[in-house]
């Protein structure tokens, strides 16, 4: 991408935040790798239901069998009781952590840590990871290149209708979405996306944290998020697996 498009789209997204009513970011790299662009003021979080991608890859890879039906739950409609079976299959806490921190370690993720116990006590383990927006980038572009990850991808493709929210409304998008208040209750919402562009694809990660701190508004971000992706996506860089 041209230095110049790429300030031009910095410029674009930067005015089209200053009239939402919540932080937001958005991070974009091409599939099969590439350099990692980050945009708006939200960088950074806990992931939240969007670790269940890494953790669906991690299960089908140590039980392809038995995992199945438990994937499905987890991604098509975030299912935690799934999730938390997924997490068991790979074994102690410590094991489960490290299996699920291998995955994104082969998705160029090599910084980003997975808790073994719950940091809150109500909450997943895994689903507490702090997450960058540029780091679960790096990790999205290369998602579709991972052993397992088609498979997750295809079950991203068919989220259930309540689910089809954000970055799942660009056709043919394969997204997981993530959201959960803080300690005082405010929202973060926010998804990660492989995305058909031109003769490849690319990946999209969106967060937001409204100003109301509600769900509902920080969906309605993340729909104004998605719009404005749909309109540059041409000028957004897109790839293909290496073969």
Same mark, same amino acid.
């Given at each position: 991408?041209? $230095?110049?498009?790429?300030?031009?789209?910095?410029?674009?997204?930067?005015?089209?935040?200053?009239?939402?009513?919540?932080?937001?970011?958005?991070?974009?790299?091409?599939?099969?790798?590439?350099?990692?662009?980050?945009? =708006?003021?939200?960088?950074d979080?806990? #992931?939240?239901?969007?670790? *269940?991608?890494?953790?669906?890859?991690?299960?089908?890879?140590?039980?392809? $069998?038995?995992? *199945?039906?438990? $994937?499905?739950?987890a991604?098509?409609?975030?299912?935690?009781?799934? +999730?938390?079976?997924?997490?068991s299959?790979?074994?102690?806490?410590?094991?489960?952590?490290? +299996?699920? #921190?291998?995955?994104?370690?082969?998705?160029?993720?090599?910084?980003?840590?997975?808790?073994?116990?719950?940091?809150?006590?109500?909450? /997943?383990?895994?689903?507490?990871?702090e997450?960058? /927006?540029t780091?679960?980038?790096?990790?999205?572009a290369?998602?579709?290149?991972?052993?397992?990850?088609?498979?997750?991808?295809?079950?991203?493709?068919?989220?259930?209708?309540e689910?089809?929210?954000?970055?799942?409304?660009?056709?043919?998008? +394969?997204? *997981? =979405?993530?959201w959960? &208040?803080?300690?005082?209750?405010?929202?973060?919402?926010?998804?990660?996306? $492989?995305? &058909?562009?031109?003769?490849?694809? /690319?990946?999209?990660?969106?967060?937001?944290?409204?100003?109301?701190?509600?769900? #509902?508004?920080?969906?309605?971000?993340?729909?104004?998020?998605?719009?404005?992706?749909?309109?540059?996506?041409?000028?957004?860089?897109?790839?293909?697996? &290496?073969r």
């Amino acid at each position: 991408m041209a $230095v110049d498009e790429s300030r031009s789209l910095a410029s674009s997204f930067a005015s089209y935040a200053e009239s939402l009513r919540g932080t937001v970011g958005l991070a974009y790299a091409p599939v099969g790798g590439g350099r990692v662009v980050t945009l =708006g003021e939200w960088i950074d979080g806990v #992931a939240w239901s969007t670790s *269940k991608v890494p953790l669906a890859i991690a299960a089908l890879r140590a039980a392809p $069998v038995v995992a *199945k039906s438990s $994937v499905a739950l987890a991604i098509t409609r975030s299912d935690n009781a799934a +999730a938390e079976q997924l997490w068991s299959m790979l074994g102690p806490p410590a094991a489960a952590a490290a +299996a699920v #921190a291998g995955v994104l370690s082969e998705g160029g993720d090599t910084v980003t840590r997975v808790p073994s116990r719950r940091i809150r006590p109500e909450y /997943t383990a895994f689903g507490q990871t702090e997450w960058s /927006t540029t780091r679960q980038a790096l990790f999205t572009a290369h998602l579709p290149c991972l052993e397992a990850g088609p498979d997750v991808l295809a079950l991203m493709r068919t989220l259930d209708p309540e689910q089809q929210w954000g970055l799942a409304r660009l056709p043919g998008a +394969a997204v *997981k =979405g993530g959201w959960g &208040p803080d300690e005082k209750g405010a929202h973060l919402v926010r998804q990660l996306g $492989v995305i &058909p562009n031109g003769a490849g694809w /690319t990946a999209v990660v969106v967060g937001a944290r409204p100003q109301s701190g509600t769900f #509902a508004d920080g969906i309605a971000l993340l729909d104004g998020l998605t719009e404005w992706v749909g309109g540059h996506l041409r000028q957004l860089p897109s790839g293909r697996c &290496p073969r």
